[in-house]
């Protein structure tokens, strides 16, 4: 069993910065690919970034050149640093990750997300 904690979220004003975490603890090998999604109210979740084990990443469109996702495997943890916020960045913030709990076990699991919202 594993879990995944967000945290960093908060209030802030358009312009402004914010650093997602993203804690794994339980039973872990391994850490392969993690991944931020977000959900604004009334609006589909939608994927922001995602990194490999070895470092690729890959962002939203909406996101690209503004945010930056990043993983410590000595921590299990994982980050997205979110520059440049717009209030259509407002939303909830989910860590999902595919987590290795022996070499041939692998699951997915999902935080239970963190509230990002940008005021104008």
């Known amino acids: 069993q594993v879990q995944l904690v967000e945290s960093g979220g908060g209030l802030v004003q358009a312009g402004g910065s914010l650093r997602l975490s993203c804690a794994a603890s339980?039973?872990?090998?391994?850490?392969?690919?993690m991944r931020w999604y977000r959900q604004a109210p009334g609006a589909q979740r939608e994927l922001v970034a995602a990194i490999t084990k070895g470092g690729s990443t890959n962002y939203g469109a909406s996101v690209k050149g503004r945010f930056t996702i990043s993983r410590d495997d000595a921590k299990n943890t994982g980050y997205l640093q979110m520059n440049g916020l717009k209030p259509e960045d407002t939303a909830v913030y989910y860590c999902n990750a595919d987590v290795f709990e022996s070499p041939a076990r692998l699951k997915n699991y999902w935080g239970q997300g963190t509230q990002v919202t940008v005021s104008s």
């Open positions: 339980g039973t872990i090998f391994s850490i392969n690919h």
